[in-house]
């Protein structure tokens, strides 16, 4: 039987003013009736545009070449005219988008949304579509579908709108259902949810689904077969089993291993592919990848490489394949004896900043002559501490305040009530010259590499600024502090006289944390340093991050939202739920004995590039969605969500309890024993434990 | 985007061979990109051209082209172009037209240029300190704002004219004082959006002033939208100052302007003396218009800019 959707030599290029990318080239595939097809690669590898283009949408100056072809169910898709296109597209091929946040019309109801497609393929009327639309919706797991027909996109959360987005590509029943990175706008937990009710859905409609993502662990556990794609061209093709258990493609194998896993061990330097992808519209020749690859030869530079394997299962396109996984002298799991003395866990003896009983809200809306009743409470009394040359992480959901907290930690913002201290002196008391003073020790690095670097200004001018403004040095001193430190982040010294927009986005990262260290600081508070990152750049500056700390004694407030890169960078750990903190620990602690259900549920959703631990998983995790941060539920804050929630879980706030050794929850049905406590004086040496605190 | 190299594993510190293949192509900078982008567009390179040529006219023409235009000259007035009169003939007190269109030109365009800028000045430093400040201070700022332009433009600065007005200095603070406000709202928008980007924090955390963060970081980010802000400022400015000649408060005599020019000339068109009224209301129109298309030109080249490719 001939495969539902066969792509043949699909090659899509755009023109654009002085030049010609090449985002797709000769790229075959095909899909089976009710398999799920993964297509993974980095940002820039065209997956998406892939995607795109068995649509026939192409971006303006976008065309497909001579040669493609798609065939779905045996009829060629290339050349048809955008009328016939345009019944396929929502009806039998239908599309989810990255963003459900962009892609609903705010000025439409969702029950409109759904219906449109409907009304449109099958000419129904508008109440047969809304009624189709309200079955729909119930089908993607829309609380009370009926009665939400009429809301606004504004008035759902970003889980919701995806659901909604889903409904909308489900309401014609597809026979193909294209995910363009359907999960990577949303937290972990509701893309748990979402992963899983694609797969359910599915099953029950009996559509196939290829499923676009940079994520190989989502492609490891919802995938049959995975293409990987880099540079434009399918690098390897096969059943995900066999990808992750003997992939060929040196690529592959890059990928895979530069990933940081939970179970690795954090002292080793996480392996990295280097350098950057090419450029499309001039791309080298030879195997697109020899010039990051370490076993290139100069055949590889010179001849392309097709696609071909031992048998039609496995192709790879590669004149030297690899033969399995690389064999991570990280993945074994150090057993730490407990107690042991250089134990990262342990509290330090003397700790350098110490946060205490941090409270923030922020007053919603309130004008010149409106007062606010209203707060978003933010951060509700959160304490830690950290020693010299030490990383606490922090991790939570989005919403969970970790941002405010770090952004209160340096001086952004003022909290409401508690104290910052570093090294004795209380940081949120000072003012003025005072305050300047202090900042040298304490800076920060920000999430997203091209908002953090003033457009206007060149590197050189960027990373003067601050001895310009604390007035250190003369302008020679500056200068040759500023190119000892682009030597120390590893970029090159004419990086000086050019401008942010000429950088990567791994360079640009670079920068920021070449900005952070000019001053010397004690502290610098990293906001998802890696997360706007590619994988395989990811662990350059993970790795990067690592170093400097060790040679430059620092010590790092790392916030994530991926637990993973937060437990190979820090030793203790502390995991926010909706402004408080949950569980405190070191990384082996919270990794390996969760206390909270909260991370045990945070565990449970995070997906692992490994299809066997996948396979395992019974799509338990966290249900349901972030409260809102207004009006948070009563006693403990988690228990809207949670599993083992009884009424003292609605009455009373838990209060931390000990685990062990510097471990410490906030739990009534905690999944582990507490240790008989020996009650701590409240701001103790430990310190790590939040005082239970009255809201 | 460019194809820049990191290097394969960080080198250790100040080690040299970090040097990867770096693009060079494509390293224009901003501005470049947008003259670039620009010059594409033709009608805005119209509008340049159409400037040039008045700026050269006012401000050099009169080196070349002599006219007396202190004393009237009663025994040649209203005569047809080149009838007795110069090129384009002479006006009811006998001046030579052409040459009046070039001294008019010059008090308008400097005028325009000055109140403009002048407007700007103002209207970014306030939007930019209420945008930065909020709170309080923003919205007691743009309150004043929204008071005034609530204020009859026209009708303030006829008053004002009235009392001091006569001079270029003059009308220039004037037309500037008064027309300050939509640019800073403009800025004040503009920075609002900037303020919360993370190079703004940067600066903050490591201890930039508030007149650094101004000066240093969002003014020259804004500077886009300024530029554009101040073509069009020009042009209504010179227009704003038509108005005043036309009622009778433009500049005195023996200057003038294109205003006081129409006004000066309004019997003439009954009378069927087309060339004291027709030149200058094209010069005018051209003009303004010249403005507008360089406006929108450098509104979409600065866009291209902001956008990624």
């Known amino acids: 039987m001939a495969p539902l959707l066969e792509v043949e030599n699909l090659s899509t290029h755009i023109q654009l003013s002085r030049s010609m990318v090449r985002p797709v080239e000769n790229v075959s595939f095909h899909l089976e009736a009710g398999e799920t097809l993964g297509l993974v690669g980095e940002s820039g590898c065209g997956k998406s545009m892939t995607g795109l283009s068995l649509m026939g949408l192409l971006p303006p100056g976008g065309s497909l070449v001579d040669e493609s072809s798609v065939r779905l169910a045996g009829r060629e898709l290339v050349g048809l005219p955008d009328a016939e296109l345009r019944k396929i597209r929502g009806n039998e091929i239908a599309m989810v988008f990255q963003d459900p946040m962009s892609s609903l019309d705010p000025t439409k109801t969702i029950g409109y949304q759904v219906a449109e497609p409907v009304r449109l393929h099958r000419g129904a009327s508008k109440a047969e579509a809304l009624e189709r639309a309200a079955e729909v919706l119930a089908l993607v797991g829309l609380p009370r579908p009926k009665e939400r027909l009429n809301d606004y996109p504004h008035q759902l959360s970003g889980g919701l709108r995806q659901r909604v987005m889903i409904a909308i590509a489900l309401a014609c029943e597809p026979k193909v259902l294209i995910a363009d990175e359907p999960t990577t706008a949303l937290d972990v937990t509701i893309q748990a949810q979402i992963l899983t009710l694609l797969a359910d859905l599915k099953d029950r409609l009996r559509m196939s689904m290829i499923l676009i993502t940079h994520d190989m662990g989502v492609v490891a556990g919802h ?91 496995h192709e790879f396109a590669c004149w030297h394949p690899v033969n399995g996984p690389l064999q991570l002298a990280t993945t074994q799991v150090r057993e730490t004896p407990p107690g042991e003395p250089a134990d990262p866990a342990a509290p330090p003896r003397k700790p350098l900043l110490e946060v205490t009983e941090l409270v923030k809200e922020f007053p919603v809306s309130g004008g010149l002559l409106q007062r606010s009743k209203r707060s978003v409470k933010a951060v509700s009394g959160v304490s830690l501490s950290l020693g010299p040359g030490q990383t606490f992480g922090l991790v939570g959901e989005s919403g969970c305040g970790k941002t405010t907290l770090g952004r209160m930690i340096v001086g952004l913002d003022k909290p409401d009530s508690g104290t910052v201290t570093l090294e004795g002196q209380q940081i949120d008391a000072l003012r003025g010259n005072e305050l300047r003073r202090h900042r040298r020790d304490l800076q920060m690095m920000f999430q997203d590499p091209y908002s953090s670097l003033d457009p206007r200004m060149r590197v050189g001018a960027i990373l003067r600024e601050p001895l310009q403004i604390q007035g250190i040095g003369s302008s020679k001193e500056q200068l040759e502090r500023v190119s000892d430190l682009l030597g120390e982040v590893g970029l090159p010294k004419n990086a000086l006289e050019r401008f942010p ?41 993970l790795n990067l991050m690592k170093r400097l700390q060790a040679s430059h004694d620092l010590s790092y407030v790392v916030i994530s939202h991926d637990l993973a890169v937060v437990k190979y960078l820090a030793d203790r750990i502390g995991v ?90 906030a739990c009534h049905f905690p999944l582990q024993t507490p240790v008989l406590e020996t009650v701590a004086p409240a701001g103790a040496a430990d310190g790590s434990g939040e005082a239970p605190a009255a809201v | 985007m460019t194809t820049a190299i990191d290097p394969p594993v960080p080198a250790p510190p100040g080690s040299p061979g970090a040097d990867g293949g770096e693009a060079q192509g494509a390293n224009l900078t901003g501005w470049r990109l947008t003259v670039r982008e620009f010059l594409k567009n033709r009608l805005a390179v119209a509008g340049v051209g159409i400037l040039v040529f008045f700026i050269l006219f006012a401000f050099l023409g009169p080196l070349v082209y002599h ?204 009378n069927g003396y087309w060339w004291e009224v027709f030149p200058v209301g094209v010069c005018l129109v051209l003009v303004v218009m010249a403005f507008n298309l360089i406006g929108d030109g450098l509104r979409d080249a600065v866009d291209v800019r902001l956008r990624k490719r």
């Open chain 1, 223 to 313: 995938a049959d077969r995975i293409n990987v794609m880099y540079a434009g061209r399918i690098a390897e093709t096969t059943e995900t089993r066999k990808l992750f258990a003997g992939m060929r493609h040196p690529y592959t194998q890059g990928l895979l291993a530069s990933i940081p896993r939970l179970a690795q061990d954090n002292t080793q330097r996480l392996f990295t592919v280097p350098g950057l992808p090419p450029d499309l519209s001039n791309p080298p020749a030879g195997c697109r990848f020899a010039a990051r690859c370490t076993y290139a030869t100069d055949k590889c530079r010179t001849d392309e490489p097709e696609l071909v394997g031992a048998d039609d299962e």
């Open chain 1, 501 to 541: 927009h000429e950088f990567s986005g791994g360079q640009r990262q670079r920068i920021g944390l070449a900005r952070a260290l000019t001053l010397n600081p004690k502290v610098i508070v990293a906001d998802e340093p890696v997360s706007a990152l590619d994988v395989s750049i990811r662990a350059q500056v």
């Open chain 1, 576 to 665: 926010m739920y909706l402004g408080k903190m949950v569980e405190t620990g070191g990384g082996q602690d919270i990794y390996e004995r969760p206390v909270h259900p909260y991370t045990a549920g945070l565990l449970e959703a995070i997906p692992i590039p490994d299809p066997q631990v996948e396979a395992r998983k019974d799509g338990g995790g966290i249900k349901g969605e972030l409260p809102s941060p207004l009006d948070p539920p009563s006693g403990c804050r988690f228990r809207t969500r949670c599993p083992l929630a009884q009424d003292t879980c609605a009455q009373e706030e838990p209060a931390m309890r000990k685990f062990g050794d510097g471990h410490f929850a």
């Open chain 2, 67 to 270: 006219t007396n235009q202190e004393a009237t000259n009663l025994l040649n007035t209203d005569a047809a172009p080149g009838n007795g009169g110069g090129p384009l003939g002479s006006d009811s007190n006998g001046f030579d037209v052409l040459g009046r269109l070039m001294l008019g030109g010059r008090t308008s365009l400097e005028i325009g240029f000055l109140a403009a800028i002048l407007a700007t000045v103002i209207g970014t430093l306030w939007g930019a300190v209420a945008g930065l400040l909020g709170g309080l201070i923003d919205a007691v700022m743009m309150r004043v704002v929204d008071v005034l332009l609530s204020i009859p433009f026209l009708l303030v600065v006829l008053i004002v004219a009235h009392r001091y007005g006569s001079n270029t200095w003059n009308l220039s603070i004037i037309l500037g004082i008064f027309s300050w406000l939509v640019p800073a709202r403009l800025i004040r928008g503009e920075v609002l959006t900037l303020r919360v980007r993370d190079f703004v924090s940067a600066a903050r955390v490591m201890g930039g002033s508030r007149s650094r963060l101004i000066f240093r970081h969002l003014i020259p980010n804004a500077m886009g939208t300024v530029i554009v802000n101040i073509t069009f400022q020009i042009a209504d400015a010179i227009l704003a100052l038509a108005a005043l000649g036309f009622l009778n408060f433009g500049v005195h005599y023996p200057s003038t302007d294109w205003g006081s020019q129409i006004s000066d000339a309004q019997d003439a068109l009954s």
